[in-house]
């Protein structure tokens, strides 16, 4: 510790420390024999140690004269910053789009070639329907283009109103709430409930929506294996323990399981039932995202809970995006109206976010429409996904993830090479391989760095009921061409 000079410091500090010394000479006279000798030690030392302090070496503020004005130029030519975000190579996928011109339906065109498309989340090949499209069309010349407003400052609709009450009587729920942007509803969603010291259980491959609504909740996060119901037993018996140990606060401590029906980057379904016993044994809340199985699973469209025989009741919340099996823009949740009423006055995409455009609600009302009045259209996905998934069985150097119902399946490689990047190429290859031959494949995409859990590269297929049994086998067989060829 030292001081700073300051004038007229010399005249303040002298009287102090004679006053201290004076002190400590008067303490030493009425020293009494009886008092412990290290007393007189420990004072002695203190008045040592500021008569240190008071005279201890003194600095100045570090001085330096002017600089010129072309010494400042030159210190700012010199001067170089720290770039904003890390260099990205101009080869990087993410740098190199495939242009899409039309719609992404059956038969697509990408970067000018037309190609059988298994690349779009067009499950039901809805996105091209002409019923869904005249409806759209009206509906944009009576609303207009956009909303410029949410929901709370004039940009609910009486369309917004009638997608919500059908999407709620689809899953039979009393009530549902939509949103204009997918991404954005289970984001939105899980903060609007989990707070700060809550408690939320997620599976270790839960999307990365998902993270980022666990990421905007600020609660304690504690992951556990994918589908492993064992290991999320163990961290529930484990809170279990601790909340014995502070009731006070266990009383207070929300506890939630996060889960997706039909996982996009795993491609195979969670196990409900037994989620659902570990709910009533250990006392926690589910929430279910279901982008990738409403539309698909069940024999009515309804998602894994129909999938299951599970009672809707048994979950609190569902959540779903309507960019998929719906063709359309936006999400939705559903569940009981007092879980649904919360999230309009806390769920941040649904308070600050314009509105989805009414054109968007009136196809995804018609796409509900055709969903209800052609219930086999589900059966018919469901036989093409065992299709899919059964040519693409003995691709050389490649291996089928997911369950044979999914329609969004991976085919990762056998045998890595030990290399992220190397990998990627090679798969980007096959990529490239079946675009020449006009079978349109796409990479799972991932934020390497942002990803809590980052899945193998692999390529995504993905089964809608447009695609024939020639269009199946015409693309297994170029995909086994390209594995020969690119992976000897």
Not at 131 to 145: D, E, H, I, N, T
Not at 205 to 229: E, V
Not at 382 to 394: D, I, N, P, S, T
Not at 444 to 450: C, G, N, Q, T, V
Request: glycine share 6%; charged share 25%; proline share 5%.
């Amino acid at each position: 510790m030292a001081w700073v000079e300051v004038p007229g410091q010399e005249k303040v500090l002298k009287p102090l420390l004679n006053t201290v010394i004076i002190l400590g000479l008067i303490k030493c006279a009425n020293f009494s024999p009886q008092a412990p000798a290290y007393h007189l030690i420990l004072e002695g030392i203190l008045i040592l140690w500021i008569v240190r302090l008071l005279f201890s070496k003194t600095y100045k503020l570090q001085e330096r004269s002017d600089l010129t004005e072309k010494e400042k130029e030159d210190l700012i030519e010199e001067w170089q910053p720290e770039p904003l975000v890390p260099p990205v190579s101009k080869d990087h996928p993410s740098m190199n789009y495939d242009i899409v011109s039309g719609p992404p339906s059956h038969n697509i065109v990408v970067n000018g070639k037309q190609c059988i498309n298994f690349a779009s989340f067009n499950f039901l090949g809805l996105l091209d329907n002409e019923r869904v499209k005249q409806k759209a069309l009206a509906s944009l010349k009576k609303y207009g283009v956009g909303t410029c407003g949410p929901r709370g400052f004039y940009g609910t609709f009486d369309v917004h109103l009638e997608l919500e009450d059908r999407l709620a009587k689809f899953m039979r729920t009393e009530e549902a709430i939509i949103y204009s942007y997918g991404f954005a509803t289970i984001a939105s969603a899980i903060p609007a409930y989990s707070k700060r010291g809550d408690i939320v259980f997620v599976d270790e491959a839960a999307c990365f929506s998902i993270q980022k609504g666990l990421q905007a909740s600020r609660s304690f996060i504690k992951y556990f294996k994918h589908n492993d119901m064992e290991d999320l037993e163990r961290l529930l018996k484990e809170q279990e323990i601790e909340d014995q140990k502070n009731p006070r606060k266990a009383r207070v401590t929300r506890r939630f399981v996060v889960v997706e029906g039909l996982y996009i980057n795993t491609a195979d379904v969670c196990p409900l039932p037994a989620l659902v016993k570990l709910k009533y044994k250990y006392k926690v809340r589910i929430f279910l995202e279901e982008s990738m199985s409403f539309g698909v699973l069940g024999e009515h469209g309804r998602g894994v809970t129909e999938h299951f025989g599970v009672n809707i009741d048994d979950i609190d919340l569902i959540s779903a995006n309507m960019e998929n099996a719906v063709a359309s823009i936006g999400g939705f949740c559903c569940g009981r109206s007092f879980v649904i009423d919360h999230q309009r006055l806390s769920g941040q995409g649904y308070c600050f976010s314009a509105s989805l455009p009414p054109m968007l609600a009136a196809a995804a009302i018609e796409a509900l429409n055709i969903m209800e009045e052609d219930p086999d259209i589900f059966s018919v996905l469901r036989e093409k996904c065992e299709q899919v998934h059964k040519a693409l069985q003995g691709t050389p150097g490649m291996k089928v993830l997911g369950e044979s119902y999914a329609p969004a399946l991976h085919l990762q490689l056998e045998s890595s090479s030990g290399s992220r990047e190397t990998d990627v190429r090679m798969l980007r290859r096959i990529v490239d391989y079946c675009l020449e031959k006009q079978i349109a494949l796409t990479l799972a995409r991932y934020l390497d760095k942002e990803e809590r859990f980052l899945p193998p590269p692999s390529i995504r297929v993905v089964v809608t009921v447009e695609q024939t049994k020639e269009d199946i086998d015409r693309a297994a067989s170029c995909i086994r061409e390209a594995a020969l060829s690119i992976l000897k």
